[in-house]
């Protein structure tokens, strides 16, 4: 059998069929137009103008090759990146290993929370505080149906808000459209002075979020199962046991072991509708970060303030309007409850994948919150503290991102699926960009 790779797609997905596969990357995808990338997106916009269009594009474009190899291990090897990595690392490597990765994905918590309670500040003028204890329980109640209603209707309710959001911060497009040809313009790579180069290192080395990339590959091992019980199911009820393409075994309906491995031919298949559904997911996501920068570049251009959310939101609102300004900050709600949510399930997989323990999503909730509400409490701007929860993911951007690339080219673990030559290539490459990049952030961030 020949092996394939990234660049070979595997034939005969059938549309309905692939409709039913997607959904994983759509809840990755959140972190990539969370609370953390609007001040930025915005800034962008406002000082610079169509300058910085490319690095987005740039940024969007890595971040497909890294949410694809997420992905991929998760449907080859039926594991996800923190269950492979505790599997090879030793009691006190996990437990070191497990310590960074809650660091970061409690940091990312912080920002969520903290961007859902700045929206409900525009919003509704609710305090800073109550409004970031009002985000933990609706964040809480979203969990809840991941518990009891399982991944398909959690994706289908953290898909909604993404839709949301994508309304929210595109609206203003529509009341005041982009000039087209300095669009087409801000494609062409190139800078302007100090500060848009710090900018668009902000922009590029922000993009891939280390929780996203260990929850990708937690989304697509479950994905994996839930599909081939489903298929079981189907097998069944036609009487059909023998024909289930999903490999010689399976699942029944009282079984809730791991499914046996999946053909080499349905792992294509599925490899397939991962392909299209982190395409999908990353190119919307990309689309409402340029939306961000389009829109602040058509109507914020010398404006002061537009390096916070609330002096931004201030901007839209004296430029297009309060209608605007209120989609904008339903944009910023949607976008900080389902980001939040979808931390908290990727701090549960990081803790499950590590040290094999199981803590419940909402006692997870309830922890992470605290430290959320008390920075909320102290006073401290609120823009300051989503730039110092962005330092901290960046500590957490090598741990996640080496460790990925050399995982999915380990032929011991993902055989014929393994990272081809070229594909590797780029993905070295994506990950020494995006480190270096953040090295150079947290180096500019302790010396001023």
């Known amino acids: 059998m020949s092996r394939p790779t990234l660049d070979r797609p595997a034939q005969g997905v059938r549309p309905a069929r692939l409709v039913t596969l997607l959904g994983p990357a759509f809840v990755a995808a959140i972190a990539y137009v969370d609370p953390g990338n ?39 090897t039926g594991r996800s990146l923190p269950e492979v990595l505790g599997e090879r690392l030793s009691r006190r490597g996990r437990i ?30 609710v305090p800073l505080v109550l409004g970031g204890i009002i985000t933990g329980v609706v964040s809480m109640l979203v969990l809840t149906v991941q518990q009891r209603r399982g991944q398909r209707v959690f994706e289908t309710v953290v898909t909604s808000m993404l839709a949301v959001l994508t309304v929210g911060f595109c609206a203003g497009l529509f009341f005041s459209p982009p000039d087209l040809g300095a669009v087409l313009g801000g494609l062409v790579p190139r800078l302007d002075g100090p500060e848009s180069v710090l900018l668009a290192a902000s922009m590029l080395g922000a993009t891939v979020m280390p929780h996203a990339i260990y929850l990708h590959s937690s989304l697509a091992r479950d994905r994996v199962r839930h599909d081939a019980r489903v298929q079981r199911r189907h097998a069944l ?13 399976g699942v029944g309906d009282d079984d809730v ?32 970060n340029i939306a961000m920068l389009l829109l602040a570049a058509a109507n914020l251009p010398g404006r002061t303030g537009t390096d916070s959310i609330e002096g931004a939101h201030a901007a839209i609102e004296s430029s297009l309007g309060p209608a605007v300004a209120v989609l904008f900050g339903v944009g910023l709600l949607a976008s900080g409850l389902a980001s939040t949510s979808v931390g908290a399930y990727a701090g549960a997989e990081i803790m499950s994948g590590l040290l094999h323990v199981r803590v419940s999503l909402l006692a997870r909730r309830l922890v992470t919150l605290v430290p959320a509400i008390v920075l909320l409490a102290t006073g401290v701007s609120p823009t300051w503290l989503l730039v110092v929860s962005q330092v901290v993911l960046s500590f957490g951007i090598p741990f996640a991102m080496v460790p990925l ?44």
Do not use: C
């Open 96 to 125: 070191a290993y497990w310590a960074q990765a809650e660091v970061v994905a409690m940091a990312t918590d912080v920002a969520e929370v903290i961007g859902g309670a700045i929206a409900l500040h525009l919003l509704f003028g």
């Open 38 to 76: 609007v001040a930025a997106n915005l800034t962008a916009g406002a000082r610079f103008g169509y300058l910085l269009v490319w690095v987005l594009v740039v940024a969007n474009v890595m971040a497909v090759l890294v949410q694809y190899l997420s992905a991929k291990l998760g449907v080859v």
């Open 237 to 249: 009820a036609a009487g059909a046991e023998g024909r289930d393409d999903l490999g010689d075994g």
């Open 405 to 448: 690339v050399r995982i999915t080219r380990d032929a011991g673990l993902l055989g014929g699926f393994r990272n081809g030559l070229a594909t590797q290539v780029a993905a070295w490459a994506v990950a020494a960009v995006i480190v270096a990049l953040n090295v150079a952030l947290l180096w500019l961030t302790f010396t001023g």
């Open 257 to 288: 072991t791991v499914p046996r491995p999946p053909s080499p031919s349905a792992v294509r298949r599925l490899l397939t509708a991962t392909r299209w559904d982190v395409v999908a997911a990353l190119v919307l996501a990309g689309s409402v």
